[in-house]
């Protein structure tokens, strides 16, 4: 089973990306959360041990950022269960280097995401297993 997570402390946003996950039938109900803190404690907390989770991030935002949250989620145990999307109006370089020599990113988004990036995230290896019968 894949749960959907997103992280992003735009409203506008997060309302967006719960709407085209929706849509893509990625996720009917995904979990959204506006401070990256608190989805790293349901993470440690309250995610089932037997789900995947891809998780649609975004790397500016306070108190804690998207590469702050990508140290914290290797200390989880079963860490190796979350696929983490990059969501981002960053087009710095430096962003996609870093964010490509994660082990847990599998992809790389500009905001706004949209269908076309659904089926891209549908075709990646390690997320594929999840949709064949879609």
Known sequence: MLRTIIIDD????????????TKCEFDQDPYVFKEAQKAVDFLEIDADDDTDYLIM?????PRMNGWEFLEKI??????ERFYVVMVTSSIDRKDKRN???????????????????CSKLKGIAKLSAHFEDS
Not at 74 to 79: A, E, G, L, M, T
Not at 99 to 117: T, Y
Request: hydrophobic content about 45%; charged content about 35%.
């Open 74 to 79: 290797k200390s989880i145990k079963k860490n």
């Open 99 to 117: 964010a490509a020599e994660d082990p847990h990113v599998v992809d790389f988004i500009e905001k706004p995401v949209s269908a076309r990036h």
């Open 57 to 61: 991030l975004d790397i500016n935002m």
């Open 10 to 21: 735009d409203e506008i946003v997060t309302f967006l990306q719960k709407k085209i996950v």
